[in-house]
T-cell receptor, first 112, second 113 residues
Framework: KQEVTQIPAALSVPEGENLVLNCSFTDSAIYNLQWFRQDPGKGLTSLLLIQSSQREQTSGRLNASLDKSSGRSTLYIAASQPGDSATYLCAVRETSGSRLTFGEGTQLTVNP | EAQVTQNPRYLITVTGKKLTVTCSQNMNHEYMSWYRQDPGLGLRQIYYSMNVEVTDKGDVPEGYKVSRKEKRNFPLILESPSPNQTSLYFC????????????FGSGTRLTVV
């Protein structure tokens, strides 16, 4: 059974820092991997989607990488801002029709 | 605007009173799914559907029912809610091939007293 782990569980940084969030998964036979952002009590906003054949995806200050063979993905946030404060969730999809398996998230706080 | 719409956003109900949480998507997605989110347990899949009239159990289906009579709608039914079903519920949809990822609704906060 696929298991997804995110480290660290919580992270507090000063504004302007570059930071890395980590995601690992136990079964490397994935279809794709998706990073989400969740604000307290709110829904999930998709940030980046990486197909299994891709190594990385970029959107603005965000860059996500995927190393399928080692079962790892990282989300890099450049020049962090207080508005980046949220929980970041990593989820893997094992086949084209299957569910997402989520990690428990990293709660990020960016201090002004 | 492409979106997944859930209703209601908040609901407080009593044990045993049947309720339905609606989910609708306007993206012509084949795949729809329900998740619940609980502190310390993360997001867990309840039921999913790969197309009209095709539904299957996820990881935590007990106490829930679903139906998929139309492509755009995927309601979640709690026939006899219990306090352990107090949770934050999310509906999600995607094309079957999955190349565009999932789109999630805004969530339904359910409290069963």
């Amino acid at each position: 059974k696929q298991e997804v782990t995110q480290i660290p569980a919580a992270l507090s940084v000063p504004e302007g820092e570059n930071l890395v969030l980590n995601c690992s998964f136990t079964d490397s036979a994935i279809y794709n991997l998706q990073w989400f952002r969740q604000d307290p009590g709110k829904g999930l906003t998709s940030l980046l989607l990486i197909q299994s054949s891709q190594r990385e995806q970029t959107s603005g200050r965000l860059n996500a990488s995927l190393d399928k063979s080692s079962g790892r993905s990282t989300l890099y946030i450049a020049a962090s801002q207080p508005g980046d404060s949220a929980t970041y969730l990593c989820a893997v999809r094992e086949t084209s029709g299957s569910r997402l398996t989520f990690g428990e998230g990293t709660q990020l706080t960016v201090n002004p | 605007e492409a979106q997944v719409t859930q209703n209601p956003r908040y609901l407080i109900t009593v044990t045993g009173k049947k309720l339905t949480v609606t989910c609708s998507q306007n993206m012509n997605h084949e795949y729809m799914s329900w998740y619940r989110q609980d502190p310390g347990l993360g997001l867990r899949q309840i039921y999913y559907s790969m197309n009209v009239e095709v539904t299957d159990k996820g990881d935590v289906p007990e106490g829930y029912k679903v139906s998929r009579k139309e492509k755009r709608n995927f309601p979640l039914i709690l026939e006899s809610p219990s306090p352990n079903q107090t949770s934050l519920y999310f509906c999600a949809s995607s094309i079957l091939g999955g190349r565009r990822g999932y789109t999630f609704g805004s969530g339904t906060r359910l409290t069963v007293v």
